[in-house]
């Protein structure tokens, strides 16, 4: 049986991801297409930048966050100074880190999505009085629509299985901050093994169901788009 602390860690969970890949999604979207379509030369430095988090240890990361978004950092100071209390071990906190460290499993998805759009379908549309802004959604994003559930499920599934960047921003405030994971490394340190693997077990389900189906939506759209 679930306790309420578990219970409490499920729900913070499920409410950070859905937040936390919306986020992404708006913020990736233009990122992403802007990726795409660039010519910048210095376009890898952004990439890389991007990238980041995947080669990070997630502790470093989380620990810059919390130096930058604390009390005594200028950045921390202007945002509690709005928001009336620190960003650190807070809930907006843990968006914030996890927007950031689920920031290249939304972008790359839709970048490469975005690099796919032939450009043939965008000039076509162009010649018939379509604005560049028209273009993006009535074509680009149409065509990339693998991308986005793509990057969407990674998304949410990165964030709902964090674990280094939640502790070292957000701590482990029970229905503020404790999130599923370190519920669970919680039961294993206290050798609580049959809760462990009752959290551990849905979350492996879970995942799992999630990528067959981002994997059955992509190759149902590949065949659909391949007899276009």
């Known amino acids: 049986m679930l306790s309420d602390l578990d219970i409490a860690a499920i729900t913070v969970t499920i409410k950070l991801a859905f937040m936390s890949t919306a986020i992404l999604i708006v913020i990736g979207t233009p990122l992403a297409w802007w990726l795409s379509q660039t010519k910048f030369k ?3 430095i952004f990439e890389a930048i991007i990238a980041l988090p995947l080669i990070l240890p997630p502790t470093v990361l989380g620990f810059y966050l919390l130096i930058t978004l604390g009390s005594n ?3 921390g100071a202007l945002l509690e ?3 009336g209390s620190s960003i650190a071990f807070s809930f907006s906190g843990l968006v914030i880190g996890s927007v950031i460290y689920s920031l290249p499993f939304v972008v790359q998805p ?3 999505s975005f690099s796919a759009v032939k450009r043939q379908s965008l000039e076509v549309a ?8 028209d273009r993006f959604f009535t074509v680009a994003v149409p065509l990339a629509r693998s991308g986005f559930v793509t990057a969407a499920v990674l998304g949410f599934a990165h964030t709902v299985g964090e674990f280094g960047v939640v502790l070292m921003i957000g701590g482990n405030i029970p229905g503020e901050t404790g999130v599923l994971s370190i519920a669970i490394y919680d039961h294993v340190e206290a050798m609580n093994y049959a809760q ?3 959290l551990a077990g849905g979350l492996l389900l879970t995942s799992f169901v999630m990528l067959i189906f981002v994997y059955l939506f992509n190759r149902h759209f590949s065949i659909l788009r391949y007899k276009n």
């Open 126 to 133: 162009s010649t018939l009085g379509a604005s560049q802004l």
């Open 196 to 198: 462990a693997h009752l």
């Open 110 to 112: 839709l970048q490469n």
């Open 42 to 44: 210095f376009k890898v």
């Open 73 to 75: 950092s200028p950045l």
């Open 81 to 83: 100074s709005y928001g």
